[in-house]
């Protein structure tokens, strides 16, 4: 038994400790927000956070999620209005959506660090998030803009 | 991915089945050209090391030499077999990103060091590596992965450049010779060149050898070899 919390709740999960804790969270917490893209740390659709650091879901074994806050992009705010999902929003960012989940994730772990990121620092702390659909420059101005709303 | 305990989540089925066989034919040669032009593009501009495979020498198969000099140079060029290896200077670049596999293309995610060397805000060297290899995800991992200071780039370097570098404290991470020693014989990151993982070819020889050949060379004067030393020419 692997015990840990996701976005907020206790869970326990009897599951092979080298399992991607991506596969955990969607096939046995069905919580399917977080995306599978490469499942090889290339694209980062799989970005959660780990004790609020962000990591890639389908490289990190269950294992190392044991006593940790887990947070996926269903528990990033309680009713979808961190300030990185209204600017999401408000820009229009998604195009099909499947990267968004992880764009967010990253975003919002690169904002709590860095509160005013400037372009270049947005292009670093997201050079490893991959969008098909090439949402680049739509991306960038919504993490101005929650950078600008959350003060 | 490549294990049957754990099948990939579920992908929308038939994805590929959308494309008809003759779009796949117009992709697959346009990827292949680019894909050769990327590798053309990326060559890395260091020089390739690649190690002969032969077993790390240890400081007694120099013996032999008796000028004190030449047998600090040799066995400097016998351990810049390890320095110089894509183990360890793929992660001792002279710019912002670290660089991957025995050809030491560019790092793929492109990331960069960040202010500490452990990567941006948000992507974090620890945001796929741990403090050990994954076997199933091949991830490689050490503790305090992270990459060596800007001052202590060695990637492109020569032997003789490296062996100056290591001299001074200014740009080996302020180590007197003792430490020196110590951080390469017992550093867990250096002792991961010998174990790193999955197919990864390993650095030569083992972590003592390689420590007993800095402690000799250093014993012998630090003396550094010729411009034109490539790792192991002396052996
Ligand atoms: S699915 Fe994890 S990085 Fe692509
Ligand atoms: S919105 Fe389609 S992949 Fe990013």
Not at chain 2, 11 to 27: E, M, N, Q, V, Y
Request: hydrophobic residues 35%; proline residues 8%.
């Amino acid at each position: 038994m692997i015990a840990f919390h996701v976005n907020g709740e206790a869970v326990r999960v009897d599951v092979d400790p080298e399992m991607p804790l991506l596969w955990c969270l969607r096939d046995h917490l069905q919580l399917t927000g977080t995306k599978y893209g490469c499942g090889e740390a290339y694209c980062g659709a799989c970005v959660i956070h780990l004790d609020g650091e962000a990591v890639r879901a389908c490289v990190t074994p269950v294992a190392k999620a044991s006593g940790r806050q887990v947070t996926t992009i269903e528990g990033l705010s309680e009713h979808g209005d961190h300030p990185v999902q209204r600017a999401w929003r408000e820009e229009n960012v998604p195009q099909c959506g499947y990267c968004q989940s992880g764009q967010i994730m990253s975003a919002a772990a690169l904002l709590a660090e860095v509160p005013a990121p400037t372009d270049d620092q947005i292009d670093q702390s997201m050079a490893g998030n991959v969008c098909r659909c090439g949402t680049y420059d739509r991306i960038r101005k919504a993490i101005h803009r929650a950078s600008q709303e959350q003060g | 991915m490549p294990s049957a305990r754990h099948p990939s989540p579920r992908r929308r089925p038939g994805l590929l089945g959308r494309f008809s066989k003759d779009l796949l034919a117009l992709i697959v040669p346009a990827a292949a050209v680019v894909a050769g032009v990327g590798l053309l593009g990326c060559a890395p501009n260091g020089a390739k090391h690649l190690d002969s495979g032969e077993p790390l020498q240890p400081p007694s198969a120099f013996a032999a030499v008796a000028d004190d000099a030449e047998r600090s140079q040799a066995m400097f060029a016998e351990a810049a077999r390890v320095l110089l290896h894509p183990r360890c200077v793929n992660c001792h670049p002279s710019d912002d990103s670290p660089r991957q596999l025995d050809s030491s293309r560019m790092h793929v995610p492109r990331v960069t060091r960040g202010t500490k060397g452990d990567g941006a805000a948000g992507l974090r060297c620890a945001s796929c590596h741990q403090s050990e290899n994954l076997s199933f995800t091949r991830v490689p991992g050490a503790p305090h992965w992270q990459l060596a200071p800007i001052e202590m780039a060695w990637f492109g370097k020569t032997p003789r450049e490296v062996c100056e570098q290591l001299k001074d404290p200014a740009r080996n991470g302020g180590r007197d010779a003792d430490a020196l020693v110590e951080h390469m014989r017992t550093d867990p990151l250096v002792a991961w060149g010998w174990d790193p993982g999955a197919d990864r070819a390993p650095v030569p020889g083992d972590q003592n050898t390689f420590a007993d050949l800095i402690r000799a060379w250093l014993d012998t004067g630090a003396v550094c070899p010729p411009d034109t030393t490539t790792p192991g020419a002396a052996s």
